[in-house]
């Protein structure tokens, strides 16, 4: 099949050379300035597609897509990489409408840096007219250094520099609430960025991408807000230390074993430490190892109704009515027969002996053979 992106090819290009054109979307300044930071901090995820026009000698490409990031590094100085494409002005149009449509979405934790680095611009275009953006970057310094000396509390520092935020962007865009809302910047999404900004990505840059990276966390805002609500610093990354040490573990386990029950510092009880690390380490076991392991399981209950509470779950969760035991060992005998003959489950050496063994307990009364 043959596409605008058949023959593309990907190459670097100063962004003074780009001609932008007439666009569909509409540029923001401030959004374009927080790109730009972004792309020379981390480097650039997404190239832009340019066409060629010859018979312009100053900027012989002429921009499809990437508006923001080729304005940011103009903005930056850098250099850009693009893809050239080709094809129809209709399909150029459709291939600018398309990619915003279908936009490769923020994980929480690129999004906040990206909200950040979003309002900071803003905060400078205003700061610039005044002649105060040393001053301004100050006070929002001092302010952080105050929650880590006790000072003040983290909700209010977040409280106070949400407030001062939302009131610089509604002054360089103008917007209404429903303007932000509808721009993903509602003051709720700001505070919600701004807290994984200040209180994980800002005190720990080297460990963001790996946090980012995993599979329980990384791409859950719920459970990284609450590694934020962690008062201390050092706590803080005791819980992503844990977290980047077990990629299974969810943010309450990972407290748990940092010694936070949660976010408000209550030590964990034994009993809570004793069910993280059960669940932990059974949740380490493949399914052949915890068949090996269930009779050494089941022998630790301490009374015959953990048993029974045990047998009943495990009932409702297999969608089976309780038998007894003959029934029971019968019902497994006829899957097990069911499944040799059929061949579409293997069925081991171990599975063949523990079935034996059941129905030999159940029907005759006898120990099943190896049993002490």
């Excluded at 020379?40 to 312009?56: E, F, S, T």
């Excluded at 209709?90 to 950040?116: C, I, M, Q, V, Y």
């Excluded at 030590?267 to 430490?273: I, R």
């Amino acid at each position: 099949m043959n596409t605008l992106l058949s023959n593309a090819t990907l190459f670097e290009l100063d962004p003074l050379l780009v001609d932008e054109g007439k666009r569909i979307g509409f540029l923001h300044e401030d959004k374009a300035a927080a790109i730009g930071r972004l792309m020379k901090i981390d480097g650039q995820r997404d190239p832009i597609k340019v066409v060629k026009q010859p018979k312009n000698d100053a900027q012989p490409w002429r921009l499809v897509t990437g508006m923001h990031r080729l304005i940011g590094a103009r903005m930056e100085v850098i250099p850009v990489w693009a893809i050239e494409v080709s094809g129809k002005p209709e399909d150029l149009a459709d291939l600018e409408a398309s990619e915003n449509l279908h936009r490769r979405p923020l994980g929480p934790l690129e999004r906040a840096k990206f909200t950040a680095a979003l309002v900071q611009a803003a905060r400078d275009r205003i700061a610039r007219v005044h002649g105060d953006i040393s001053h301004q970057r100050l006070g929002i310094k001092l302010r952080w250094e105050r929650v880590k000396a006790h000072e003040m509390r983290p909700d209010e520092a977040l409280t106070e520099e949400v407030n001062d935020t939302c009131a610089k962007i509604a002054q360089v865009y103008g917007w209404e609430e429903s303007v932000g809302e509808a721009l993903g910047m509602s003051r709720r999404a700001i505070h919600n960025d701004l807290n994984l900004f200040r209180l994980i990505i800002e005190p720990f840059p080297a460990m963001i991408e790996p946090l980012a990276n995993h599979p329980v966390v990384g791409g859950n805002a719920s459970q990284l807000r609450l590694i934020a609500q962690v008062r201390e610093e050092a706590d803080r990354r005791r819980v992503i230390e844990a977290l980047l040490a077990d990629t299974e573990l969810s943010a309450d386990d990972a407290l748990i074993q940092a010694d936070l029950a949660n976010a408000k510092g209550r030590k964990p009880d034994g009993h809570e430490k004793a069910l993280a690390a059960v669940v932990g380490n059974l949740g380490r076991l493949n399914a052949t190892e915890q068949k090996r392991l269930v009779p050494q399981i089941v022998g630790h209950f301490k009374s015959d109704e953990v048993k029974r509470q045990l047998r009943d779950l495990l009932n409702r969760e297999l969608k089976e009515e309780v038998a007894g035991s003959a029934t029971a060992a019968l019902q497994t005998a006829f899957r097990v027969i069911t499944a040799l003959i059929d061949g579409d489950e293997q069925v081991d050496d171990d599975t063949l002996a523990d079935t034996a063994g059941a129905l030999q307990s159940a029907l005759f009364g006898l120990e099943p053979k190896g049993s002490n």
